[in-house]
T-cell receptor, first 115, second 114 residues
Framework: DTGVSQNPRHKITKRGQNVTFRCDPISEHNRLYWYRQTLGQGPEFLTYFQNEAQLEKSRLLSDRFSAERPKGSFSTLEIQRTEQGDSAMYLC?????????????FGEGSRLTVL | AQSVTQLGSHVSVSEGALVLLRCNYSSSVPPYLFWYVQYPNQGLQLLLKYTTGATLVKGINGFEAEFKKSETSFHLTKPSAHMSDAAEYFCAVCLYNQGGKLIFGQGTELSVKP
């Protein structure tokens, strides 16, 4: 399968714990995006990378959130000291920069439940 | 700042009936426009997109959408609904030279009755 892969697909954690999600983009894609989706809402942009550089971060990305893409391939999204409000689906997407047409390829998401 | 409004969080149609999902956008310049579909517990899949050129665009599964600049709309249609069309549909906009970032609407859940 050459699509966008996200792990784990589901994570249940207790409030205050740290969690980390991993995203493996399509191999030739140099852009990688993280989105958050809560029930009944559309995906909300969190951050994006071009190669290893993090080029934009949303105000939704509080200090407890950090994303990395160290070698310009896979990316991780870490949430420290989780809160119940962090419960959501975290979506990763990738694209190949071709005229900035915005066609993103999404993974199946990582669902976080904070108890 | 650009934004997307989808009219109707839930639309229900009978199998074989016309599907019409509404999307309006707000942008200071003509954006690129997209429709994505999301099936339960899955990621988003591109249905169709408008970048430049012909304003009526055709996508997968028999869906099409028309870009109307004067109405700032990009409504999604399908002449005849199928049970397998039941899903969540998202309209999104992207501005050129903004890193390919998509701004999504809140989504419309489509139900198809037999």
């Amino acid at each position: 399968d050459t699509g966008v892969s996200q792990n784990p697909r589901h994570k249940i954690t207790k409030r205050g714990q740290n969690v980390t999600f991993r995203c493996d983009p399509i191999s030739e894609h140099n852009r990688l995006y993280w989105y958050r989706q809560t029930l009944g809402q559309g995906p909300e942009f969190l951050t994006y990378f071009q190669n290893e550089a993090q080029l934009e971060k949303s105000r939704l990305l509080s200090d407890r959130f950090s994303a990395e893409r160290p070698k310009g391939s896979f990316s991780t999204l870490e949430i420290q000291r989780t809160e119940q409000g962090d419960s959501a689906m975290y979506l990763c997407a990738s694209s190949f920069r071709a005229g900035d047409t915005g066609e993103l390829f999404f993974g199946e998401g990582s669902r976080l439940t904070v108890l | 700042a650009q934004s997307v409004t989808q009219l109707g969080s839930h639309v229900s149609v009978s199998e074989g009936a016309l599907v019409l999902l509404r999307c309006n956008y707000s942008s200071s310049v003509p954006p690129y426009l997209f429709w994505y579909v999301q099936y339960p517990n899955q990621g988003l899949q591109l249905l169709l997109k408008y970048t430049t050129g012909a304003t009526l665009v055709k996508g997968i599964n028999g869906f099409e959408a028309e870009f109307k600049k004067s109405e700032t709309s990009f409504h999604l249609t399908k002449p005849s609904a199928h049970m397998s069309d039941a899903a969540e549909y998202f309209c999104a906009v992207c501005l050129y030279n903004q890193g390919g970032k998509l701004i999504f609407g809140q989504g419309t859940e489509l139900s198809v009755k037999p």
